[in-house]
């Protein structure tokens, strides 16, 4: 530990090259030119501990959280302490699309259903507007427009989702009801899928945008070498090279999506039973019936009800339960994304 | 002389310290009564000094969680306990009524809808105005999410215990509620009576089997549209010192000058307009 500090003093402050670091080490002698205070060396003891700890803090965060909704959630399903109402099965859960709790019916497939979709939509307009932004602003914009995208970007990550809600809400619905639905409610998985996408992009040009950034220029150059056009080079060089990147900015965007509650919730209509209302009517074609009837996903239920259901209640605990399901599939597309980028390095 | 008056004012304000502490008087739940019952208590701490209340949101279920658990002193919502919760030996006063309205987009073109037409357009067996005297324009109606207070008054009073349409919008806050019938064609609501009196014209209240939501029309039972405001104690959990203020708080809630002038003002009626209605609401 003590020589530490010397050979920061001693070696040249960009010398990178371990070897050469090393060698800068072994010649110089035993004795540090200086020692610490006692004081020094103190603080710097309860500096490792504090920064130990506030690491530790983190890891027991995560931990307590999946505890605590593994705890109240599993009570929907086993006789738990504190566990005042009736006990649920997995199938009558996970397999039914009856969600009427006042009668009894706790079917959470219009959630999960809703919430793939709504994401599944958004990733649809998202990733390819986000990944064609990312090529045009590391290989086509001038240098002025690269700062400003980038900054623009930044601010889009910056703004805080209930005031998209809310600009969906007055503006785009409206004004989709009243251009092409002849006055109808708009509300469903089309707006909310748009609103998510205009969330995400963000995400995804700025890491696509670094991927294509980190490219050699060599295959660029090569490509251009061998006689393509600028189209094709991206196309069929380009694009292929950086593809795992790509994907995890798409992955890293889809963990974005999913957990989205606060903007969905005021455009996408909230009908729990929308899986049943989309098969009774008949009005408009089956995917325009998807595309706009009022629809509700994990997120939007857990911010509707959970304020308004009493503690301990089947309900409730189907809720937590909701939460669960909610945090381990985050938890599974952020492995998935690590796993792509270990992927990437070897 | 002086030193021991300021002795034996010190030693007082120990010994006073620790009731003093002791009367204070938390308040959870609903934010609908909140800012009323948040009124009373200044008022009421004006005229009482020692006693602090506490006045903070959360919503009904958790005032009612709260004051079952024994984490608040009062838990105040817009709904009655469930079962379960009333069996824990808590204690219910009827603060206010709290009004409701049926409310529309103002291009419906209906201003007024009998027991059975409300009925039929939240049930879904209505679906377009021009079934009820109004435009050719279709229903589209904006609820509460299943576990709202608001919701089950709505269910008791508009559809009689029937259940609602799924066709249905869903917003979680009665102002989210007003925007969206304000800016859906055809929507139609139902609402807290102050969220008209300040709508501006964005959307339009409907009378209800002709009565309109007045003193005249609440008393004689022509006008159901409405619930209490609720107040619970739990009696078993609490500090009787702090119980006995917390009774004489909601006492001071249920006086006839508090009904008559600032519930009056916060847009909620007098408890005493319904004495006579046979109503459990």
């Given at each position: 530990?003590p020589d ?6 001693e ?5 990178s090259?371990?070897?050469q670091?090393?060698l800068?080490?072994?010649s ?7 020692r610490h ?6 603080a710097d003891?309860?500096?490792h501990l ?6 530790l803090?983190?890891v027991?965060l995560?931990g307590?959280i ?5 705890a ?15 006990i649920l099965?997995?199938k009558?859960v ?7 709790p006042?009668s009894?019916?706790?079917g959470?497939l ?5 919430s793939?979709?709504?994401t ?11 990944i064609?932004?990312g090529v045009?602003i590391?290989?086509l914009a ?9 900054q623009?970007?930044d601010?889009?990550?910056?703004i ?12 785009v619905l ?6 092409w639905?002849s ?10 899928a748009?609103?998510l ?11 696509s945008?670094?991927a294509f950034e ?5 295959l660029?150059?090569?490509?251009q070498?061998?006689g393509s056009?600028?189209w ?26 999913i ?8 455009v ?9 209302l989309?098969r ?19 997120t939007?239920e ?7 259901t009493?503690?301990?209640s089947?309900w409730n605990?189907?809720?937590f339960a909701m ?7 985050t ?5 998935a994304t690590r ?6 390095n070897? | ?9 010190a ?6 310290a ?8 938390t ?12 009124k009373?208590a200044e ?5 009482h000094?020692?006693v ?23 838990g105040?919502?817009d709904?009655?306990?469930t ?6 030996g ?9 009004p ?17 037409q409300?009925e ?7 679906n ?17 999410p ?36 304000a800016?859906t064609?055809?929507a ?14 964005r959307f ?14 609440v008393?004689s ?6 619930s209490?405001g609720?107040?619970?104690?739990n009696?078993a ?5 702090v ?6 708080f909601l006492?001071?809630?249920l006086s006839?000058h ?10 909620y ?9 046979k109503?459990?609401?």
């Amino acid at each position: 530990m003590p020589d530490a500090p010397d050979s920061l003093l001693e070696a040249p402050p960009c010398a990178s090259d371990p070897a050469q670091e090393s060698l800068v080490l072994e010649s110089l002698p035993k004795e540090p030119a200086f020692r610490h205070s006692r004081l020094q060396r103190l603080a710097d003891r309860w500096s490792h501990l504090l920064f130990l700890a506030c690491g530790l803090l983190v890891v027991a965060l995560i931990g307590g959280i999946l505890y605590f909704l593994a705890a109240r959630g599993v009570g929907a399903f086993m006789p738990l302490a504190g566990n005042t109402d009736k006990i649920l099965t997995l199938k009558e859960v996970f397999l039914s699309t009856d969600w009427d709790p006042n009668s009894g019916k706790f079917g959470i497939l219009p959630f999960i259903a809703g919430s793939l979709s709504v994401t599944g939509l958004a990733l649809l307009i998202a990733a390819p507007a986000g990944i064609l932004t990312g090529v045009f602003i590391a290989k086509l914009a001038p240098g002025w427009m690269k700062t400003l995208m980038r900054q623009v970007m930044d601010l889009l990550v910056g703004i805080p989702s209930v005031v998209y809600g809310i600009f969906g809400l007055m503006v785009v619905l409206p004004w989709v009801s009243g251009k092409w639905l002849s006055d109808s409610p708009a509300a469903g998985f089309a707006v909310s899928a748009a609103i998510l996408a205009v969330m995400i992009v963000p995400t995804i040009v700025s890491l696509s945008t670094d991927a294509f950034e980190s490219l050699p220029l060599t295959l660029e150059e090569g490509s251009q070498a061998l006689g393509s056009t600028r189209w094709q080079a991206i196309w069929h060089v380009l694009i292929p090279a950086a593809r795992p990147r790509l994907l995890t900015a798409t992955v890293l965007g889809l963990g974005r999506a999913i957990g989205e509650a606060m903007a969905i919730q005021m455009v996408i209509g909230n009908n729990p039973q929308w899986i049943a209302l989309m098969r009774q009517s008949t009005d408009q074609t089956p995917i325009l019936r998807f595309l706009f009837t009022p629809a509700a996903t994990l997120t939007t239920e857990l911010v509707q009800e959970l304020p308004n259901t009493a503690a301990g209640s089947t309900w409730n605990n189907l809720l937590f339960a909701m939460g669960l399901l909610l945090y381990l599939m985050t938890m599974l597309i952020i492995l998935a994304t690590r796993r792509l980028g270990r992927q990437r390095n070897a | 002389m002086k030193s021991s008056s300021l002795v034996r004012a010190a030693l007082t304000a120990l010994l006073l310290a620790p009731a003093a502490f002791a009367q204070t008087v938390t308040v959870m739940g609903s934010t609908a009564l909140g800012p009323l019952v948040k009124k009373a208590a200044e008022d009421y701490m004006k005229s009482h000094p020692g006693v602090q209340i506490a006045v903070s949101g959360g919503g009904s279920m958790t005032g009612l969680n709260q004051v079952v658990s024994g984490g608040c002193t009062i838990g105040i919502s817009d709904v009655f306990a469930t079962p379960d919760q009333e069996k824990t030996g808590i204690r219910n006063y009827n603060l206010v009524i709290e009004p409701f309205t049926l409310i529309a987009h103002p291009g419906v073109g209906v201003a007024s809808l009998n027991a059975q037409q409300a009925e039929d357009v939240f049930t879904g067996k209505v679906n377009n105005w021009k079934e009820v005297g109004g435009k050719d324009q279709k229903i589209v109606r904006v609820n509460r999410p299943t576990s709202s207070g608001t919701r089950a008054v709505q269910q008791q009073t508009v559809l009689h215990g029937k259940e609602f349409s799924n066709n249905q919008l869903v917003q979680d806050s009665s102002g989210a509620v007003a925007n969206t019938v304000a800016t859906t064609m055809g929507a139609v609501s139902f609402i807290e009576l102050d969220f008209l009196n300040r709508a501006n014209g964005r959307f339009v209240g409907i009378a209800y089997n002709g009565a309109s939501c007045t003193k005249q029309d609440v008393s004689s039972g022509k006008y159901p549209l409405f619930s209490f405001g609720h107040a619970y104690t739990n009696p078993a959990k609490t500090n009787p010192q702090v119980l006995k203020v917390a009774e004489d708080f909601l006492g001071y809630m249920l006086s006839q000058h508090f009904q008559d002038t600032t519930v009056l003002k916060a847009g909620y009626m007098p408890v005493a307009y319904v004495k006579s209605l046979k109503t459990k609401l």
